[in-house]
């Protein structure tokens, strides 16, 4: 679950981080009157992506006529393939200097760690790849979290070699930082947050720190446990807030296994290594995989059926490969809900179905006496949808 930037810093906020002074808006009107409120802004649009600012999702504005004009600009805009919803309307800061400052899952060390670079405002993956020096490490003791005295001694680390943000000494800086580590951390546990990062965390001209951006990702398998972040009270009635792909939010409201990957082929299998599998035979046949989507063993009709629905909402594909390995899984039952769901939601892209095992010749049967391409080998079965996807882009 990604929340948008205006929900990380209303987070960040009740943790006790300073924020800029803010307004959502979803039109250029509501901008207007954002501004009448803040004065100069920023309008920042509202998706669940970084690069928004190279994407020109973000624009000044320093009158009223400014404001409502960037507004109208950035809520026609999709950025990275986001339709931008609503924008931030959030008070100019006076900037004295950026740091960055985030909180992960380290994996490889069954643990959270602390990040901190003096290289603030730019993507830290950037930053992580052309000098990885630049960024000090801490990894805190789970059940203690960070210590004043780590704090004091990670944002001394960091600042070996650079040169201060804002004209701060080191420990002044240092001394900044422990109460706000402390909050970032907390805030990070509270939300079973995979990831809960600032960037940049802005020092003003005053010499404090306050967060300029935000990102937060909440671990999905633990958002039982956040119901208050299911719904905004700030946003439209019932609006989610995590700022998802909305086909992998239809997916689950659909009860499947679904990742959206973005390409052209829709991919459907019985089992995740089989549909990995499936996914790396379309790359090699030079398609691009829409989805991965498992209906697991025993799928019957009918779970078949909302899978094709559920890849076919996806306006991108050209193709779709159903490769089922049987057992339990009937190869005639795979055939009865493909052949179900192309005639009820008239999938009108090309079929292409693998099945091996259990009934296999009578699915393959079906599948033929319904005008879809059966197949029993799955490198064949890629390749040939691969195939009759590019053809169909062409003739289309």
């Known amino acids: ?17 300073a924020v800029p002074s803010g307004r959502l808006a979803r039109s250029a009107d509501e901008a207007r009157a954002a501004f009448e409120l803040l004065g100069p802004v920023a309008v920042k649009a509202q998706v669940p992506i970084g690069g928004r600012g190279k994407a020109g999702g973000i624009r000044l504005a320093r009158t009223a006529d400014e404001a409502a004009a960037a507004a109208t600009a950035i809520l026609q805009m999709e950025v ?11 008070q100019l800061l006076a900037i004295a200097g950026e740091l960055y400052c985030g909180i992960a899952v ?63 000494l080191p420990v002044r800086l240092a001394a900044l930082l422990v109460p706000f580590v402390g909050a970032l951390y907390d805030l990070a546990i509270r939300l079973d947050a995979t990831l809960c990062e600032v960037n940049p965390l802005v020092v003003t001209d005053q010499g404090q720190l306050v967060a300029g951006d935000a990102k937060i990702e909440v671990d999905p398998s633990s958002e039982f446990r956040h119901p208050e972040l299911a719904v905004d009270p700030s946003t439209d009635a019932g609006a989610a807030t995590s700022g998802e792909d909305p086909l992998d939010v239809e997916a689950r409201v659909r009860g499947l296994t679904y990742v959206h990957l973005g390409g052209s082929i829709g991919v459907i299998g019985n089992g995740a290594g ?41 306006p991108a594909v050209r193709g779709i490969f159903v490769n089922i390995f049987g057992g339990i899984t009937r190869g005639d039952e795979v055939a009865r809900g493909v052949i179900a769901a192309r005639d009820a939601a008239g999938i009108r892209v090309p079929l292409v179905v693998r099945m091996t095992g259990t009934r296999e010749e009578e699915g393959r049967r079906l599948l033929l006496e319904a005008g879809i391409t059966p197949a029993t080998g799955a490198p064949e079965a890629a390749a040939a949808i691969v195939a009759l996807a590019r053809a169909g882009a062409a003739s289309g």
Request: glycine share 12%; charged share 20%.
């Open 274 to 314: 089989l549909v990995m599998n499936t996914l790396d035979l379309v790359k090699q046949s030079g398609g691009e995989p829409a989805n991965f989507l498992d209906i697991g063993g025993g799928a019957r009709a009918e779970v078949v059926t909302r899978a094709l629905e559920m890849v076919a909402l996806d």
């Open 106 to 168: 380290d994996r490889d060390q069954r643990g959270l760690v602390v990040m901190l670079s003096l290289a603030g405002g730019v993507e830290i993956e950037e930053v992580a790849a052309a000098t990885p020096g630049r960024i000090a490490r801490l990894w805190p003791d789970p059940f203690a979290g960070p210590l004043p005295f780590e704090v004091r001694r990670l944002a001394l680390s960091a600042c070996v070699g650079e040169a201060v943000p804002g004209g701060l």
């Open 80 to 90: 990275h393939g986001y339709r931008v919803p609503s924008v931030l309307c959030e």
């Open 1 to 17: 679950m990604k929340l948008l930037e205006h929900q990380a810093k209303a987070q960040l906020a009740r943790a006790g981080v």
